[in-house]
Nanobody, 124 residues
């Protein structure tokens, strides 16, 4: 069983930066693509970013393109989401997910494992 644990969420002011981490258990982290999703109250879970198995390809939602950077360190079994120029609209619970291949990476159902989420709140 693979476990994912997000950390790094919190309260930040508009225009600020925050880095989220996703720590994975086991030895299978490096074999799968990794994604970040977010969910705000009253909204469906939304794709944010995806990084391929070896960390060489990245994909972003239009809403975060140019502001967020996804990365991974397979030797440490850890993924990251660097968030810059944060907006009030970025406020949500952010989830790390593991397992999707490129082509289905924007679909929550394509991922095999999920973390518990970490709250990001951007003040305005």
């Amino acid at each position: 069983q693979v476990q994912l644990v997000e950390s790094g969420g919190g309260l930040v002011q508009t225009g600020g930066s925050l880095t989220l981490s996703c720590a994975a258990s086991g030895r299978s982290f490096s074999s799968s693509g990794m994604g970040w999703f977010r969910q705000a109250p009253g909204r469906e879970r939304e794709f944010v970013a995806h990084v391929s198995r070896r960390g060489l390809s990245t994909f972003y939602a239009d809403s975060v393109q140019g502001r967020f950077t996804i990365s991974r360190n397979n030797a440490m079994n850890t993924g990251y989401l660097q968030m810059n120029s944060l907006k009030f609209e970025d406020t949500a619970v952010y989830y790390c997910a593991l397992g999707a291949q490129i082509g289905s990476h924007t679909r929550p159902a394509a991922y095999d494992y999920w973390g518990q989420g970490t709250q990001v709140t951007v003040s305005s």
